[in-house]
């Protein structure tokens, strides 16, 4: 008898411990965009700047295109660039993703790689070219997108202001190259643990990455892969 009990034990031991190991209880999904053959879903928009803005001055640009001078320029990148007058504009990338539980909670780790040659240190008008660009990532149940407000197109979401981060983003970097040099790197930058995000009720969730500029000057990233490893709370 004293040995059927101990014999029942270790099975119960060993089914809980195969449960623990098995993958399905912490589902993980991956998002993995490289834009060699498009833009995978992604979308680009601009925020935070006025209605009155003088049209010549502004520039807002962004379009799949072959990796800069000093990459190589036989691979593609999301190409996203704009002016920064008003020493603030929030430049990003939107995509939505599907098929999560409905209302579930999700961490998320954020892989996003940019060419770029802003180099440390530098100086500018309302902050340092790179340095002053804070690069952030973030997600929500909501689509992120701009309204306009008192003649100001403002971000939906909560991704706190430049150097702030917010409910519904994280800083992952700056747009810096890592070198005191003005040429054109690819970096990689992350979240040092993981962003909590709630899918919403249709299952769905938006990812977004964007750089969130206080440098009055024309703010240029090359967005080589953005990956996104999304795993079940």
């Known amino acids: 008898m004293k040995k059927w009990i101990l014999f029942s034990v270790l099975s119960l031991a060993a089914f809980m411990l195969a449960c ?7 589902p993980v999904f991956i998002s ?5 053959t498009g833009t995978d879903g992604w979308a680009a928009e601009f925020a935070e700047y006025a209605t009155t803005t003088d049209s010549l001055t502004l520039r807002m640009l962004a379009l799949r295109s072959r990796l800069p001078t000093g990459l190589d320029t036989s691979k593609y990148a999301y190409l996203v660039e704009a002016s920064n007058g008003s020493d603030d504009m929030f430049m ?4 939505k993703l599907t098929g999560f539980n409905a209302n579930q909670v999700y961490n ?3 892989e996003v790689t940019i060419g770029t040659n802003y180099p440390e240190g530098g100086i500018g008008s309302g902050g340092a070219p790179g340095g ?5 990532a973030g997600a929500s149940g909501f689509q992120p997108g701009r309204t306009l407000v008192d003649s100001v197109y403002e971000f939906n979401l909560d991704k706190g202001v430049q150097s702030e981060e917010g409910v519904d ?13 003005s040429t054109f790197r690819l970096v990689q930058k992350s ?3 993981p962003f909590a995000v709630k899918a919403n009720a249709n299952g769905e969730i938006w990812l977004f990455v964007g750089v969130d500029s206080g440098y009055e000057g024309i703010n240029t990233v090359y967005y080589d892969r953005i990956k996104a490893l999304i795993t079940a709370q």
């Open 20 to 26: 623990n190991d098995d993958d399905s209880l912490n």
């Open 32 to 36: 993995d965009s490289a834009f060699e």
């Open 92 to 95: 990003y990338l939107k995509k």
């Open 108 to 110: 998320i780790s954020f």
């Open 132 to 136: 002053a660009m804070f690069l952030k």
């Open 169 to 181: 983003a994280v800083i992952i970097g700056d747009a810096t190259n890592g070198t005191p040099q």
């Open 191 to 193: 979240n040092a643990k």
